[in-house]
């Protein structure tokens, strides 16, 4: 009776709790997270946008350095998902669309906020091939603090040269080049040429196809990516670097490496870069699977900001230090072994570049995984117990403030707990499914899945529910489209210990892992409800909850 009452008083108790909770967290989105129109452009797919499958860019841009000025083209080539006569494409409104050109022929357009409507007056048939091109210019978005709040770095190497990137993840490439801005919608190649003034180098995506000194004081650079990119991953970095090769036999052949960096730098990078760069690859292709761009090659790029995940051209600001700018956030010392910037930036390219959220809400996909990721490379050269420390220590950055999805359709992403709780997400994971070659199994399953494609929360969810054995839809709903963790309730009646789960999600039913002080741990099935825990010897202060891999809560009476 004790426990029956007790359980109405809580179930009222949590209830009025919850309905107060809704309400406050009502209020703060409405205080926060008020969408615009603009917002919904950016963000949605409407059929302006479906109606058309983007399979190839020729960007072609000019950088004036000097007055911070770009200009140029972008060639648009695409199949029609349908008929239509109307699309959408993408370009901040600070930078000018000087005409759009079909057929020989400029169209019409019209521009709301950062979109741009064009019109096709004789209609586009389903099933066809076509393509027009785009004319811009402009003074760029300058980043503040980049890679954070995006757009154009222009700075000075420490001899004076000038020194320009790119970095636009969320912010969004239109930011710099018109395109279909939208993250489900990869082009399957794309020609990238870069005009600088001579005597300075753009080093891109891909590989590169050419140079050519146009004799008017610029020096165009043509690469070209050969895979499906995400929009965001095409950049330019433009300053006086010098090549170093290198290579690798990977699961796939032999993998070209290239480090480009600045002259000055050249000593350091050869030091520097080879041990992070080939222990990674050897690390995460044990754990992911091939390297996914092997066409295209790895490389590794000086750039004027700490670093950030472009495909096939990652770039690195980390000082040639190791840790994150010297320091390791876990607490645990083993972050201070290697080089943080090339790690986990190279990571995304298994998630984030080889694997893409179709939208930013569900960007925790990147860097849940990829921040997972530093934890099995240290696993793989100093063992598991290294690797669990280390994921154990990021808990103490988790704010737990907001879930770890946004909403969909504004492109908005949810909590920066995405990093360090989603990393300790998955390994718990890890722990439930108890059996580590299947875990890698699965690891290197959804690379292998999903190679070159765009993907959602149930994407994920349903593949390594199904590969697993074990329904993790609830457990994934609790962790990652909810704030809170949940939390495991232990009572004690007539001698005997009862638990269950306190959780935002009905019917949350994690198994964990209880046993006794000096024991092994048990799997015990907990649901919403109050269930007897069958330990032989247990007491109210001998039994035990492994925290060390399950990120919950305990409440005890």
């Known amino acids: 009776m004790k426990l029956a009452y007790r359980s109405l008083l809580l179930f009222i108790g949590v209830l009025t709790a919850s ?58 080539l695409f199949k029609a998902t349908e008929d239509f006569d109307r699309l959408q494409f993408d370009l901040f409104s600070n930078l ?23 019109d096709f007056p004789t209609g586009i048939q389903k099933g066809a091939i076509d393509s027009f091109r785009v004319f811009y210019s402009g003074n760029p978005m300058i980043a503040k603090r980049a890679p954070w709040d995006g757009g154009f770095v222009f700075s000075k190497d420490s001899l004076g040269k000038p020194w320009v990137a790119t970095a636009n993840q969320g912010l969004g490439a239109s930011s710099w080049w018109p395109n279909k ?49 995400n929009n965001y991953s095409i950049s330019m970095n433009i300053g006086d670097y010098v090549l170093i090769r290198d290579s690798l036999q990977g699961e796939k052949g032999l993998l070209d490496i290239s480090y480009w960096v600045l002259k000055q730098n050249k000593e350091k990078a050869k030091k520097h870069f080879p041990p992070n760069v080939k222990s990674m690859l050897k690390a995460f292709e044990y754990w992911f699977g091939p390297y996914p761009f092997y066409e295209d090659g790895y490389k590794l790029i000086g750039a004027p900001y700490v670093g ?38 190279s990571g995304h390219e298994w998630f984030g570049n080889n694997i893409t959220a179709k939208d930013l809400g569900d960007m925790w996909i990147h860097e849940a995984f990829t921040n997972y990721s530093e934890s099995l490379y240290i696993e793989y050269l100093y063992g598991k117990e290294a690797g669990q420390e280390y994921i154990h220590g990021d808990r103490k950055g988790i704010l737990n403030d907001r879930p770890l999805q946004g909403p969909y359709g504004v492109n908005k992403e949810g909590s920066g707990d995405m990093y360090l709780k989603g990393g300790v997400f998955l ?25 070159h494609k765009t993907v959602d929360y149930q994407d994920i969810e349903s593949y390594i529910s199904k590969q697993s054995g074990l329904d993790f839809s609830k457990i994934f709903s ?61 007491n109210s202060s001998n039994f035990r909850v492994d925290t060390y891999n399950y990120y919950v809560g305990l409440l005890f009476d």
Request: hydrophobic residues 35%.
């Open 427 to 451: 390994n718990m994971i890890r722990t439930i499914i108890n059996d580590d070659e299947k875990w890698r199994e699965i690891l290197r399953g959804l690379n292998k899945e999903f190679y």
């Open 308 to 345: 950030m995940e472009h495909q096939s051209a990652v770039t690195y600001g980390n000082k040639y230090e190791n840790g994150y700018l010297g320091r390791d956030a876990s607490g645990t010392g083993w972050g201070l072994k290697w080089d943080f910037i090339i790690i986990h930036e």
């Open 478 to 538: 609790q962790y990652i489209q909810h704030k809170n963790i949940p939390i495991a309730e232990f009572i004690w009646e007539n001698g005997k210990l009862y638990g269950r789960w306190i959780s935002d999600v009905a019917g949350f039913d994690m198994p964990i892992k209880i046993g006794l002080v000096d024991k092994e741990y048990k799997f015990i099935k907990l649901s919403t409800e109050f269930k007897e825990i069958e330990l032989n010897g247990v």
């Open 19 to 76: 309905l107060f909770s809704l309400n406050a967290n009502a209020q703060l989105l409405r205080n926060t997270n008020t969408f615009t129109r603009a917002d919904s452009l950016r963000g949605s797919l409407n059929s302006f946008r479906t109606a058309y499958d983007i399979l190839y860019y020729h960007l072609d841009v000019k950088v004036d350095i000097t007055n911070r000025f770009i200009s140029g083209s972008n060639l648009f």
């Open 181 to 229: 801005d939208h993250q489900s919608d990869e082009p399957d190649s794309v020609l990238i040429s870069v005009q600088v003034p001579t005597g300075l180098m753009d080093i891109s995506n891909g590989r590169l196809r050419n140079s050519v000194d146009l004799k008017n004081g610029y020096t165009q650079y043509d690469w070209f990516v050969s895979q499906p990119i």
């Open 96 to 118: 000018e669309v000087e005409k759009v050109v079909y057929n020989g022929k400029e169209l019409r357009f019209d521009r709301e906020f950062n979109a741009v409507f064009v």
